[in-house]
């Protein structure tokens, strides 16, 4: 058989060739003879305009491809990618900045949040109701313990004092004739001339006049009393408060907001509270009888207000919150703790003599653990670490870093295995200046 093609018979086709089958040595053979459109046929140009346009798109993609998303090629020995002349960015060494680890002695802290309390809060009442005559302090100032701060009107109470001692004199000389009368019933009786009676009823005046007396004195005494109370005294050692009643007021024994509040700012108190995982090392070294330093910090830990030692340990955790309430007293002598003040605390409980240390920011965590970058033949290398306490912006390495080893600190991101570095170290004119990377041979 064989075949061979037809012409198209006319434009119903749409332009298609048609073919026909023919049987040639055995073969088949597919002979066909494109159409070209016809120019009364309009489809068929269409078609053609967009057979193009989809050509010029895909030329378009192509370039835009190999120009912006195309990964560059290795570098060249010449250190251009491809030989190309350009350079790449991404395989040029990333430049990192090293730190040696060193020996140090580190403070193991416990950080915690607390509050500045006074060790004394008293509010100054008065104990006699009367006309406030006198306010003889200054609001904010510091007083001793004793200090006259009012005075009340004293004159209601010197008279009382006054009918007291007119009532004691009175009763006094009654009580002296009825003693003479005793002495003489008693002769009489001695002499038989007056009944037992009469001696037993004189006897029994007398004891009444001596009980009469003791009642007497005491209430010259409360008169004092009272009249001492017209002098108000501070009871306590501290600062004022702002004035709560002003001169000329009466005032009462029971009124709740008294004339003013004392606190006792020297020495002084911090609260603060830790977790109870970190109660064992705390409660090992108080019971020990050591004093476990104390420093009360600024809100933005940039400076040191005070040092105090540790005074007392709650006697209960707080189940809701699984802490422990502690208290630590310091002597405040500059003032720098202020009641209620907001304080960042570190309690010291322990010192590492000779612990190798480096900077938090050096340790990477991963999947695998805690490691750090070194370099070892101007390559990054991971080196797996084991982490002890930490203090400040530093931390103890158990194993893997020795002294002296040095650790990245700055360019971490861009680091993984085997990647090339170089070595930036900040002179001390802050300019950067570069060294070959060292091989380290020490450590785990």
């Not at 403070?107 to 009367?130: C, F, M, Q, W, Y």
């Not at 702002?242 to 000329?248: C, E, F, I, Q």
């Not at 900040?426 to 380290?440: I, K, L, M």
Request: glycine share 8%; aromatic share 4%.
């Amino acid at each position: 058989m064989r075949f061979t093609s037809a012409r198209p018979q006319d434009a119903r086709h749409g332009g298609l060739a048609q073919a026909t089958l023919e049987p040639i040595s055995s073969a088949w053979i597919f002979m066909t003879e494109p159409v070209l459109p016809s120019p009364g046929n309009p489809s068929s140009g269409r078609r053609l305009r967009a057979v193009v346009f989809l050509c010029l798109l895909a030329v378009a993609g192509g370039l835009g491809w190999y120009y912006l998303l195309r990964v560059p090629d290795a570098p060249a020995p010449g250190g251009f990618p491809g030989g190309r002349g350009v350079a790449s960015p991404w395989a040029a060494p990333v430049p990192v900045r090293v730190v040696p680890a060193i020996a140090e002695d580190l403070a193991v802290e416990v950080k915690a949040i607390g509050t500045v309390a006074p060790l004394n809060t008293v509010v100054v009442r008065s104990r006699v109701d009367g006309l406030l005559q006198r306010v003889l302090f200054q609001e904010g100032e510091r007083v001793e313990a004793g200090e006259v701060l009012a005075e009340i009107d004293p004159e209601s109470f010197r008279v009382s004092l006054a009918q007291a001692e007119g009532a004691l004199q009175q009763n006094l000389a009654q009580l002296k004739n009825a003693e003479s009368e005793l002495a003489i019933y008693r002769r009489l009786f001695q002499q038989d001339s007056i009944a037992r009676q009469q001696l037993d009823a004189q006897e029994a005046l007398v004891n009444q006049l001596r009980g009469t007396l003791m009642t007497d004195r005491a209430q010259v005494d409360n008169a004092k009393l009272q009249l001492s109370y017209t002098k108000i005294t501070a009871p306590i050692g501290g600062r004022l408060g702002l004035r709560k009643v002003d001169a000329g007021n009466l005032i009462a024994s029971g009124d709740a907001d008294g004339i003013v509040t004392i606190t006792q700012t020297q020495p002084i108190a911090v609260l603060f509270t830790v977790p109870e995982v970190q109660l064992a090392d705390i409660r090992t070294a108080h019971a020990a009888g050591r004093l476990l330093v104390v420093e009360a910090w600024d809100r933005n830990e940039q400076k040191m207000l005070a040092e105090g030692v540790l005074t007392t340990l709650d006697n209960q955790i707080d189940i809701a919150t699984g802490t422990l309430r502690l208290k630590a007293q310091f002597d405040n002598e500059d003032d720098a703790l202020f009641p209620n003040q907001f304080v960042n605390v570190r309690l010291r409980v322990r010192t590492l003599e000779g612990a190798i240390t480096i900077p938090v920011d050096a340790v990477q965590h991963g999947s695998q653990g805690t490691y750090v970058y070194m370099i070892s033949d101007g390559k990054a290398t991971v080196r797996p670490i084991r982490l002890g306490p930490t203090s400040n912006s530093r931390i103890t390495v158990t194993e893997g870093v020795l002294e002296g080893d040095e650790v990245v600190l700055e360019g971490l991101d861009r680091l993984r295995e085997g990647r090339a570095v170089t070595i930036v170290n900040e002179s001390n004119a802050g300019t950067p200046t570069s060294r070959p990377a060292q091989n380290p041979n020490r450590g785990g």
